[in-house]
């Protein structure tokens, strides 16, 4: 089985200041870790993902995430937040469970940027 | 190119009644999943197609809920006498094959009166 769990249902920041988007994962196996986003009545973009290569791993629009085994963390920043940043974002694992990669969704954390 | 289109971008409904909620991939995607997004539950998965494999049916609901694949692209996902916990977001994703990134449409909003 595998899970994700997410400490924050939400983080406010002003702009200019660091982001982090804490996320907690557990999987039987090695995952593979995302980070989706998603603005208001906006589909869900992909920031980045990790599949076993770099744990440091860089995303778009300046996010990063780092994987750490040890914790089983894969925390979402970003060194500067923007007013654009203010979304929903889900961190997920993907795990191949029979024939599916289906991925299992975090309950989110709501990020409001201010000035 | 185009992403993942999806329609009606919103529908409501009565309860009892049926609904089927359209999902086009990706051209050249092979894999496409189904996920709910509602209030309370986050994001579930419902249903996988890959090829053409059985389909993975492991995360619907009830039997009331269903899915086709018409000739490896465009699916639909038919709700029978739908109830008002039905009521959600419906996404939509598309991948290459089992284990690349999907690409998610912009969901069906579904409100069950």
């Known amino acids: 089985a595998q899970s994700v769990t997410q400490l924050d249902s939400h983080v406010s920041v002003s702009e200019g200041t660091p982001v982090l988007l804490r996320c907690n994962y557990s999987s039987s196996y090695s995952p593979s870790l995302f980070w989706y986003v998603q603005h208001p009545n906006k589909g869900l973009q992909l920031l980045l993902k990790y599949t076993s290569a770099a744990t440091l791993v860089k995303g778009i629009n300046g996010f990063e995430a780092e994987f750490k085994k040890s914790e089983t963390s894969f925390h979402l920043t970003k060194p500067s937040a923007h007013m654009s940043d203010a979304a929903e974002y889900f961190c997920?694992?993907?795990?191949?469970?029979?024939?599916?990669?289906?991925?299992?969704f975090g309950t989110g954390t709501r990020l409001q940027v201010t000035l | 190119g185009a992403g993942v289109s999806q329609s009606p971008s919103n529908k409501v409904t009565e309860k009892g009644k049926d609904v089927e909620l359209r999902c086009d991939p990706i051209?050249?995607?092979?894999?496409l999943y189904w996920y709910r997004q509602s209030l309370g539950q986050g994001l579930e998965f419902l249903i996988y197609f890959q090829g053409n494999s059985a389909p993975d049916k492991s995360g619907l609901p009830s039997d009331r809920f269903s899915a086709e694949r018409t000739g490896g692209s465009v699916s639909t996902l038919t709700i029978q006498r739908t109830q008002q916990e039905d009521s959600a977001v419906y996404l939509c994703?598309?991948?290459?094959?089992?284990?690349?990134?999907?690409?998610f449409g912009p969901g069906t909003r579904l409100t069950v009166l």
């Open positions: 997920v694992v993907s795990g191949r469970t029979g024939t599916a990669s289906k991925l299992t």
């Open positions: 994703a598309s991948s290459l094959s089992r284990g690349n990134e999907q690409f």
């Open positions: 051209s050249g995607h092979t894999a």
